[in-house]
């Protein structure tokens, strides 16, 4: 089930919370002592810049599938994103500089971050806020910038659960079946362990059946759900080769497309996949090109919320793409009402893999 270890920090106590949760996902993923002990520095380093920057922020901790997907199987990762409203971060090329650090900090600062980090993603911008995004897989997998030329696509995600619980009641996967790249969210019904096991079913089926088409792979998961209460469901597949996406979707899951500077509405049908399926199923058919973004959500962003206007978070990490959505969409007087997911595909940029 999607286990999420979401930390609000708001004071010093709250750091070691963040090492013992990020060593905690690095022991649920697997990773070896070297990695581990990279999982914990990043994560206290990033939960000390929140409270030495920012005043306080949050740190959410979760094993995720890689952003770009290869042939053979890929590794999960533990990913550490730390979210803030606070002032942002002026000279943001100073702050990846390996050694610029506080003297509040561990010494070892964002570059160091970034520099044990398989990827590192951050976006700030003054009065706004920052977020920072780390991942460090399980194996010895080469940078994301190192890497030769592959799929011109990869995707990432947040999840926020409700009320800091342990386990959130929506659930994202990201999977490959050759030239076609298939993205999953889901929404169980309610909260807490019931909605989070109707969510985990429908990612496994998902990573089951890659090569399913998006109305196809819903009709599979209302079968794979039928023992749960049930949840809203969204696909979205790319044809890599074909340039062209697929989506369809059963319930309150948001989906956007951007097309150039126009953002298009993919809507889904009512129902509750697991419980109640439409007798039909439609499903759209659309261009994709090299300035396109996805970005699908649960319910628990807010209705009236506005897609990223940032022309940089194109060209960023996915995950922190859906990360600064859900930042901007609320404060940090307004907490999340309800478990929120935001997953994110994009193209690869030019000078990336």
Partial sequence: MPR??????????????????????????GLDERRTAAVS?????????????AQGGEV???????????????????????????????????ALRDGFTTTASLGAGLGTCRR???????????????VAVARIADTDTPRTAD?????????????????????????????????????ML?????????????SSAAADAV???????????????HEALGGTRGAAVAVAQLDLRAGRLRFAGIGNVGARLREGDRWRALLSRPGIVGVHRPGTLREDDVPWSDESLLILHTDGLPSRWSPPSDGVLTATD??????????DAGSSARPVRDDTAVAVMTPTPPDRP
């Fill in 4 to 29: 999420v270890r979401y930390v609000p920090v708001q004071d010093s106590t709250r750091v070691r919370d963040v090492r013992v949760a990020a060593e905690s996902a690095a022991a649920s993923a």
């Fill in 41 to 53: 520095l990043v994560a206290t380093e990033l939960a000390t810049n929140l409270l030495k920057h």
């Fill in 60 to 94: 959410l901790i979760e094993v995720v599938d890689p952003p770009l997907l290869r042939e053979t199987p890929a590794s999960r990762s533990v990913q550490i994103a730390a979210i803030d409203h606070g002032p942002g971060i002026a000279d943001v090329a100073g």
């Fill in 116 to 130: 044990l980090a398989d990827d590192f993603g951050l976006h700030s911008v003054p009065g706004r806020g920052t």
């Fill in 147 to 183: 890497t030769p030329a592959g799929p011109g696509v990869r995707a990432g995600g947040v999840n926020i659960p409700y009320a800091a619980a342990d386990q959130s009641g929506d659930d994202w996967a990201w999977v490959r079946s050759g030239d076609l790249f298939t993205l």
């Fill in 186 to 198: 889901a929404d169980g019904l309610g909260h807490g362990a019931a909605a989070a096991r109707a």
């Fill in 207 to 221: 990573r089951r059946r890659p090569h399913l088409p998006p109305a196809e792979a819903l009709r599979r998961l």
């Fill in 318 to 327: 996915p995950a922190v793409t859906a990360a600064v959505t859900i930042r």
